[in-house]
């Protein structure tokens, strides 16, 4: 899959009227704000973006994902990957054992969507506990078994193709944690959380970005580092992410360069690193009506890769039925996954998702009923894509095109 090269002739320069000032990148902000040509920040001369946890999640999750395709693997084992506790050898990089991060901990743990609604926020934790628990207990003893409607095993797609393991239904364990947690971590995280006024202005912050009082003995102010955290679940596995080229990670950062590859949707992964650099550049410049009117970009951007990454797995899913059960019910995985991350999404302008958790499942449960992928049908996967196109400014046609 060729990657999508953001070299700085590509970048849009932004400018929008503003009456704050300051200075970043020796540039000077007077009557108007401008983004960089890279997300590039620094004071003093020394950066300040910084978002090391995002970056270790990312890494943990993918490993995570692999380990779940590895029958080796015990239970205890997939889930002290995912619940991880601070120098445990659960990873193979002695950075990830040693860090206090976890990508559990962080699963619908969102302030705006899941600070007063401990108990779904359980629940979805639960879920992909129970991913793990299925996939160990049910899957992997199943490994060389040929899967039928009803019986766990591996189905091998057309060809010689990839051999694909699935649960009695047909549903990939792997994908659907793999595309769960898009959404349950890195979407609502980005979204709900870091993007939130509740805590970008959370106590004093406000106050402080304006009077430049730093985040302790960092070189940022909370304001700039929560931004760059929302940032960093997006980029932060780039090997430059400041110059980001996508596909970095197996999440959000493939899935932007797919939409953003399919002609309907061109120039989308460009919409949303241009927010995030001018909302930043507001920042600085303590304009917060600016960085809000990009944050409601963002919102709205990412939010509508979920969409239609969900359609074109779900289409995908529908042209393969009666040809290659193995890569019809990989690509259902997918969708299966992407469908749950709507619930995390968000509407900008308000404080809802575009799905509520109700719709999601009643979705799921849609996909899922008697023997599931082996009983699906092209009808059905159509009323669900259209379901979900109508919530969105795009046809389901438009998202299931290459």
Same mark, same amino acid.
């Given at each position: 899959m060729k990657k999508i090269a953001l070299g700085?002739?590509?970048? =849009?320069?932004? *400018?929008?009227?503003?009456?704050?000032?300051?200075? @970043?990148?020796?540039?000077?902000?007077?009557?108007? !704000?401008?983004?960089?040509?890279?997300?590039?920040?620094?004071?003093?001369?020394?950066?300040?973006?910084?978002?090391?946890?995002?970056?270790?999640?990312?890494? +943990?999750?993918?490993?995570? !994902?692999?380990?779940?395709? @590895?029958?080796?693997?015990?239970?205890?084992?997939?889930?002290? +990957? /995912?619940?991880?506790?601070?120098?445990?050898?659960? /990873?193979?990089?002695?950075?990830?054992?040693?860090?206090?991060?976890? #990508?559990?901990?962080?699963?619908?743990?969102?302030?705006?969507?899941?600070?007063?609604?401990?108990?779904? =926020?359980?629940?979805?934790?639960?879920?992909?506990?129970? /991913?793990?628990?299925?996939?160990?207990?049910?899957?992997?003893?199943?490994?060389?078994?040929?899967? $039928? *409607?009803?019986?766990?095993?591996? &189905?091998?797609? #057309?060809?010689?193709?990839?051999i694909r393991y699935v649960n009695d239904r047909g549903l990939e364990y792997n994908q659907a944690f793999a595309k769960g947690v898009i959404g349950a971590l890195m979407v609502d995280q980005m979204l709900n959380n870091y993007l939130s006024l509740s805590v970008l202005d959370e106590a004093d912050n406000k106050a402080n970005n304006s009077a430049g009082v730093l985040d302790g003995t960092n070189n940022y102010t909370t304001m700039e580092h929560k931004w760059d955290e929302a940032y960093g679940y997006l980029y932060g596995n780039e090997d430059n992410p400041a110059v980001p080229v996508y596909e970095a990670d197996k999440f959000l950062s493939e899935y932007v360069a797919k939409v953003n590859e399919d002609p309907d949707f061109e120039g989308i992964a460009l919409d949303i690193y241009n927010a995030f650099k001018l909302g930043r550049a507001a920042i600085v410049a303590k304009d917060y009506e600016l960085r809000d009117v990009q944050a409601q970009v963002i919102r709205g951007k990412i939010s509508a890769v979920i969409g239609i990454r969900a359609i074109y797995y779900l289409q995908q899913g529908k042209a393969n039925l009666d040809l @290659?059960? *193995?890569?019809?019910?990989?690509?259902?995985?997918?969708?299966?996954?992407?469908?749950?991350?709507?619930?995390? $999404?968000?509407?900008?302008? $308000?404080?809802?998702?575009?799905? $509520?958790? @109700?719709? #999601?499942?009643? +979705? &799921?449960?849609?996909?899922?009923?008697?023997d599931g992928f082996w009983d699906v049908t092209a009808s059905s996967l159509d009323a669900i894509s259209n379901t979900i196109a109508a919530q969105f400014y795009f046809t389901a046609g438009q998202a299931s095109s290459l």
């Open positions: 700085l002739a590509a970048f =849009a320069t932004l *400018a929008l009227t503003s009456c704050s000032s300051d200075d @970043d990148n020796n540039q000077v902000f007077t009557n108007n !704000v401008t983004a960089p040509d890279t997300y590039t920040f620094e004071r003093d001369g020394n950066s300040t973006v910084s978002f090391g946890g995002q970056t270790t999640r990312i890494q +943990m999750a993918q490993e995570i !994902v692999s380990g779940m395709v @590895d029958p080796s693997n015990t239970e205890a084992i997939l889930d002290n +990957m /995912f619940a991880h506790v601070q120098d445990a050898n659960d /990873f193979s990089d002695a950075n990830l054992n040693a860090s206090d991060k976890s #990508v559990r901990s962080k699963i619908a743990a969102s302030t705006d969507f899941y600070s007063a609604n401990t108990t779904d =926020a359980n629940n979805i934790k639960a879920t992909f506990d129970f /991913f793990i628990e299925e996939q160990v207990n049910t899957v992997f003893p199943n490994w060389s078994t040929t899967a $039928t *409607a009803g019986v766990a095993g591996q &189905l091998q797609q #057309v060809g010689g193709g990839a @290659d059960k *193995a890569s019809a019910f990989h690509a259902l995985s997918e969708a299966y996954g992407f469908i749950y991350s709507l619930q995390f $999404t968000r509407q900008p302008g $308000t404080n809802d998702p575009y799905f $509520t958790k @109700d719709e #999601v499942q009643q +979705m &799921l449960d849609q996909l899922m009923l008697g």
